[in-house]
């Protein structure tokens, strides 16, 4: 660094305290001007937590924070952005039923208050049009896609004069292309001299964006690292503090008989819109199906429809030998439908109930610890102590509440729950999202193993990531359709990518939506 | 810049509010009690405003109350209703169901009941037959009127806030068109008294036997009240069922994903829960008042309200806020206007609304 260099930013032994963890343990983050820095680190590594001190969400404990070399003390998120630094958190803060430019100048002092509507439209379009984040200002917020919500909330941070933006995780609701166009956005933020923090914790993207890597777990600083000449490797070993090995075992295996099959389905979303049009999809013992496709595409209706929560609109369901159409969940649950819902928290557990009770959702009907009318609180908890060990949960004891958990280990509650009734068929829907490497590879080795065993298992994800590792065969799902299906290991991530964007499938080797291949 | 050019590094004392990670078990338990005696400070302030020594008549209330074996069954006749109404409220509380019809609930299990004792069954029915109908129908008529906003709000999720709120009102009309019109005894709003068959039994009724009993008119509903608190308490630990309440409570969403049939059992425990409180009423008229009247409840089925969210919904701990709220009731009929004890009772609600709310936070000074 030469001796005039500056930092945009400079966070100097930042301590933040929750009650009963120390979330930033003395962490040093600075940034240039024109520098995108990766903020790397595994969930509840401290992350977020050092960004929401830095642009005055929260108040650090201890340490100083400097911007442009000049010490500063932020209240609340106003005095950060009138210092120039803005964040774009995780879950969008947008008014639905607003417009673009409406949703830009929302909380901002100093706006007249008989608004000049076109001219805040016009620099919301010129501010997009510089730096590549094309959006009609005058749409209203539900309109937009997601991407396209993202694009409104840095638009946001750029018309209050943000020179450091802060971005939280992203690419998690972007298609591999998308997220294309949104790395040439922030090259071009940079090149404007710009500071971008990128939150992550997806090594490639990381390494293909990143100026340099700073790398935090358990709350301490690891490293401070230029990407270049980085590995993924050893990114992933500062950041678990072991090595991590990447590929899965995946031991060939001759697929069984189909155990879920879905015959041109219909259903509808929570607008009464359709979601799922003549879907055709099956799922043979011994297989995992990866259903690949942008979140919004009916993802989460093909999941419900299975496991009873959503009725019908059309088409019919056969779970093992037996046809099971619009059944309630109840019955789907006892024909062995296991389900990994997508929200751990809001459907999948009760938070407020223990472990062990969480371990029991479904269970308590049946012995061992449901009899007739009562249930035996001792056989719930020693069938708990059994699962917490077998599935190496991290948990003081049986009797803690759920929500206290992190989201790895309540993951694994609900997968121990699920896997334990020994389903037929499993349906698991982003089984990793939000988790750290050291739970994915855990999550994903108990899916593997329970597709070893013999389990039908349909695996809902957007992270090709993941699609690809796991699955014997990638199904592509693009507006409620199954556009096209690819054996997994002829499976080619540019084709997959640009079947989940809508393209039907053209490339010799790929058949549309049939499933020939696995006929034994 | 305004932030840049705050004052830097001079150490700030803040004083700062933030929610408890989690309440620890002895406030939890001892929380009623906090909050009842704070507002028995408030209603000091209150009665010494008014003029009167607060700390005097507050003794003397409680002697009333709790001072002989006389104050103890004029406190349990109270705590009765309480206890049934309360236990009503909290089951449907346990399912994050707000049913605040518990009052009308109790007025339509009186007038069902009643119209076993005057009209249905002849006078000469043997008790144990006469009683069990009338409890019965008690039950039935609370349940019924619980059960129309169950409906309402499994199949149309239409708000059990309001509908349960209103339904109060139809019911109080209700009965009051049946104790001026049909049932009434001279156009008075009153029916005429039940024959003595149709009378729960007292203490008092066995003084032959035991002579201590003597002038001792608590009456057998506060055994079936506590009957069914140990039945419930049973039922949320042990139970199949009560287990999946405790899931629907939890999180509904997790509930029906756990495959449990939710508007199925939001009907059942709004009739469940109007049910306890129709037998609140019963036991009222059968045991205290001996005929229906106009307004022949004090709000027991409102102020069973403030003892479920005092007790936690914990049917055990109902019981026991019931016997305070009892004597609240009994010890102000020695007050003077008698609008004090309903003042009284309106400061506790509030005081305990809003100290529920800040026994969750706690302050914090830093630096």
Known sequence: MTEAYVPAFEMRQITKRFPGVVANNAVDFSAARGEIHALLGENGAGKSTLMNVLCGLYRQDEGEIFINGKPVEFHSPGDAIAAGVGMVHQHFMLVPVQSVAENVILGLRGVSFVLNTADIEAEVKRIGEQYGLPVDPRAKIWQLSVGEQQRVEIIKMLYRGAQILILDEPTAVLTPQETELFFR???????????????????????????????????????????????????????????????????????????????????????????????????????????????????????????????????????????????????????????????????????????????????????????????????????????????????????????????????????????????????????????????????????????????????????????????????????????????????????????????????????????????? | MSAQSAPQSRPKTQIRIERRAEQPRWLSILSPFILIAAALVVGALLLRMAGADPWALYARMARVAYGDRYGWSDTTIKATPLILAGLGVSIAFRMRLWNIGAEGQLFMGAFLATGVAIRWLSPETPMVIMLTVMAVAGFIGGAFWGLIPGVLKAKLNVNEIITTLMLNYVAAMWVNYFVYGPWSQRGFGLTPQFPANAWLPRLTDFSEQVPAFRGITAHFGIVLAIVLALILAVVWQRTRWGFAIRIMGDNPRAARYAGINLPRNIMLVMALSGGFAGLAGMSEVAGVVHRLQERFSPGYGFTAIIIAWLAKLNPIAIIVVSYLFGGLLVGADEIQPAGIAQLLQGVILFVVVGGEMMLRYQVRIER
């Open chain 1, 185 to 520: 956005t922030l090259n071009e933020m940079k090149a404007d001299g710009k500071t971008i923090v990128f939150i992550s914790h997806k090594l490639d993207e990381v390494l293909a964006i990143a100026d340099r890597i700073t790398v935090l777990r358990n709350g301490g600083w690891v490293a401070t690292v230029p990407a270049a000449g980085m590995t993924k490797p050893e990114l992933a070993s500062l950041m678990v503090g072991r090595e991590v090995l990447f590929d899965i075992e995946r031991p060939e295996r001759k697929t069984g008989a189909p155990r879920l099959v879905l015959d041109g389905i219909g259903a509808l979303d929570n607008k009464a819109l359709p979601a799922l049009r003549d879907l055709t999809l099956s799922v043979r013992s011994g297989e995992i199906v990866g259903v690949a496709g942008v979140a919004g595409n009916g993802q989460r209706e093909l999941a419900e429809v299975i496991c009873g929560l959503r009725p019908l609109t059309a088409g019919r369901m056969t779970v093992g030998d037996a046809a099971i159409t619009d059944a309630p969940p109840i019955v789907m649950i006892e024909a062995g439908i296991a389900y990994v819902p997508e929200d751990r928290s809001a459907t999948g557990s009760a938070p407020n109930l223990s472990v062990a009770e969480n371990l029991a959702l479904k269970s308590y009907r049946h012995t061992p610890v449901g009899g007739r009318f009562f249930i035996d609180r001792r056989a719930m908890r020693t069938r708990a102590q059994e699962l917490i060990q077998r599935f190496d949960i991290a948990t003081p004891s049986p009797e803690t509440p759920s929500r206290k958990l992190s989201g790895g280990n309540l993951q694994k509650v609900i997968l121990a729950r699920e896997i334990s009734s020994n389903p037929q068929v499993i349906i698991a829907s982003y089984p990793t999202r939000g988790l750290d490497i050291g739970a994915t590879e855990n999550v994903r080795n108990i899916l593997m193993e329970q597709r070893n065993n013999g389990a039908a298992i349909l695996l809902i994800s957007e992270d090709l990531d993941e699609v690809f590792v796991l699955s014997d065969r990638i199904a592509v799902l693009y507006e409620g359709e199954i556009v096209g299906e690819v054996p997994g290991n002829r499976a080619d991530r540019e084709t997959v990518g640009l079947m989940m964007a809508g393209s039907k499938p053209q490339e010799p080797g790929v058949a549309p939506a049939a499933s020939e291949e696995s006929r034994s």
